[in-house]
């Protein structure tokens, strides 16, 4: 029986393509439907795993194609699981459960230039950028940063753009190369929009550079929220519901605490910047560090990101 609702969409598995060393693109097609819903570049999904385990990933595609949608994985041996299961299990044919798609990453269409600066497994969302882009004719110029060739995703694709010479520009770390960021952004024309997309020092280093300028020019995606998660313990949660106390070891964070105990607590990026495990706060004072919640949320310590966030206070009491 296929699955449709507000939220949660049917589909299978139709193609599986390595892309680069390590990471490997997914292609999806609805079931019991004929297009899937539409989505803007930048658009990410939830991908359900088994385990209760939901990973965000972003479309790759080209947002005119409402027959299928594509995502990449990069193997992260060092992460909690869900690449690894992602590159050593799935086989074409099976289905999953998607959810719609969403966007805290939009592209500005209208922009005179659009600068994109992104590293590693970052070109995702800039991948299906790039191709609207293309699609209405507005101008662009990309800086991709990877370890090595062999490491650089939809680097061949983007080698086949119109004048690609001229608007893709390499780096490789293993040839000593890596982007400077603040030139990039300081070279930039007024009016152009910047996106940046890739790891920490990356995204730091290009807000610290877009400081001065209009900030509704300038957009970014983190894989990790800026500060690291709060694993000192030292506290206790108390579950709302059941009234259960739970002690939060040193080198633990909530989210480890909570599934070491049963609790079912949804979560994808276990980094804080997407979301999912968000829960609310009944009592307590949380320590946050993610880079989800707005400035405002936090200061009213309604809600936590249990995958990374703390306790300030000695009890935490959570809407669970």
Not at 29 to 47: C, K, N, T, W
Not at 130 to 150: F, K, M, P, Q, T
Not at 155 to 167: E, N, T
Not at 270 to 279: D, E, L, Q, Y
Request: glycine share 8%; net charge negative; charged share 25%.
């Amino acid at each position: 029986m296929s699955l449709h609702t507000s939220e949660h969409i049917d589909v299978q598995l139709t193609q599986i393509r390595l892309e680069a060393d390590d990471v490997a693109s997914y292609e999806f097609r609805p079931v019991g439907m004929s297009e899937l819903p539409a989505f803007q570049a930048g658009a990410h999904i939830d991908l359900h795993l088994p385990e209760n385990r939901v990973r965000s990933y972003s479309l790759v595609n080209d947002p005119q194609e409402r027959y299928r949608y594509v995502i990449a994985v990069q193997r992260e041996a060092t992460g909690r699981g869900g690449s690894m299961w992602m590159h050593n299990v799935p086989r074409v044919g099976e289905r999953f459960t998607i959810s719609q798609p969403k966007n805290d990453f939009p592209l500005c269409e209208s922009a005179r230039e659009s600068v994109f600066i992104c590293g590693g497994i970052g070109i995702t969302p800039v991948v299906s950028m790039i191709r609207r882009l293309e699609r209405v004719g507005a101008s662009w110029h990309l800086h991709y940063a990877a370890r090595e060739c062999a490491r650089a995703a939809y680097a061949d694709d983007l080698a086949q753009i119109v004048d690609a010479d001229s608007r893709v520009e390499m780096y490789f770390q293993n040839e000593g190369q890596r982007p400077d960021v603040r030139s990039i952004v300081e070279r930039a024309p007024a009016g152009t929009h910047l996106y940046c997309c890739g790891p920490r020092g990356m995204v730091d280093d290009f807000i610290d550079a877009c400081a001065v300028r209009p900030q509704e020019e300038v957009h970014f995606e983190r894989f990790a929220a800026a500060n690291d998660a709060a694993s000192e313990g030292g506290f206790e949660v108390v579950l709302h519901r059941d009234g259960r106390r739970i002690a939060v070891s040193p080198g633990k964070t909530i989210l480890d605490t909570l599934l070491d105990h049963g609790v079912d607590v949804q979560y994808a990026c276990s980094s804080g910047v997407c979301g999912t495990c968000r829960v609310g706060v009944v009592d307590g004072v949380p320590d946050h560090r993610d880079d989800f919640l707005s400035d405002e949320e936090k200061a009213g310590n309604c809600a936590v990101m249990v995958c990374c966030s703390g306790s300030l206070s000695p009890t935490l009491v959570l809407d669970l």
